[in-house]
Each structure stands twice: as structure tokens, then as C-alpha cells.
């Protein structure tokens, strides 16, 4: 069973940076093969995509909000995603997921992903 733990949320001032971690679990050897991504959801909104990433992390797809701004990786040595995070905005804030197993990275859709995290909060202040 594929478990997800995210970590590294807090809070910061706009212009500020942060790097959130997710630790899998449950994948042996084959963590590298699996498509992973970052999704977000602020207060009355809907989940959105952030960044999927596949290929072995060869490949990436950033939503436009972020592009050029954050930037998904993976340690699949230690089975871990990242998302560095940075000229942060108030507009970031948000709770953050990480997402796992999904067949259609550059779609970014939340309907894509089979396996959550319980959210890490990411809150922005001006």
C-alpha cells in the first residue's frame, strides 16, 4: 500500500522561499517508474495542479501561476518529492498535497492521481 507523507510547510513573508518534502512509502524498487505531483487548495477552492513530474524526473510540467517560480524534483534513492518554492506569494497560500501514480501528467488533474498525502499548510503573508 503506497503511503504519502508531506513535511516543510509554514509560514513566510511574500518574496520568501520554502521546500516542501514528500516521503513515499510501500514502493520497493520501483518508485522511479511512478508519475508524482504537487496539488494545492486554498480556502472555497477547488484542488488544483502545481507540478507533475515523470520519466524518472526527466520530465515536468508546471502550472502557468508557478512556472519559473517553483520548481518538482525527486530523490529516488530515498523515494522522496520535493517542490522548492520560491518568490512566494500571498496567492500561494494554500494547503499542499503530494499526489501519486497518475496516467496523464500534463493534464495536472486531480482526477489523474490515485494516492494522496494529508496536506502540508503553506501560508503567505504581504
Known amino acids: 500500500q503506497v503511503q504519502l507523507a508531506e513535511s516543510g510547510g509554514g509560514s513566510v513573508k511574500a518574496g520568501g522561499s520554502l521546500r516542501l518534502s514528500c516521503a513515499a512509502s510501500g514502493y520497493g524498487y520501483t518508485y522511479s517508474n511512478y508519475c508524482m505531483g504537487w496539488f494545492r487548495q486554498a480556502p472555497r477552492k477547488e484542488r488544483e495542479g502545481v507540478a507533475t513530474i515523470y520519466n524518472g524526473g526527466a520530465t515536468t510540467y508546471y502550472a502557468d501561476s508557478v512556472k519559473g517560480r517553483f520548481t518538482i524534483s525527486r530523490d529516488n534513492a530515498k523515494n522522496t518529492l520535493y517542490l522548492q518554492m520560491n518568490s512566494l506569494k500571498p496567492e500561494d497560500t494554500a494547503m499542499y498535497y503530494c499526489?501519486?501514480?497518475?496516467?496523464?501528467?500534463?493534464?495536472?488533474?486531480?482526477?489523474?492521481?490515485?494516492?494522496w498525502g494529508q496536506g502540508t499548510q503553506v501560508t503567505v503573508s504581504s
Open positions: 499526489a501519486a501514480h497518475c496516467g496523464s501528467p500534463w493534464l495536472l488533474l486531480k482526477t489523474d492521481f490515485e494516492y
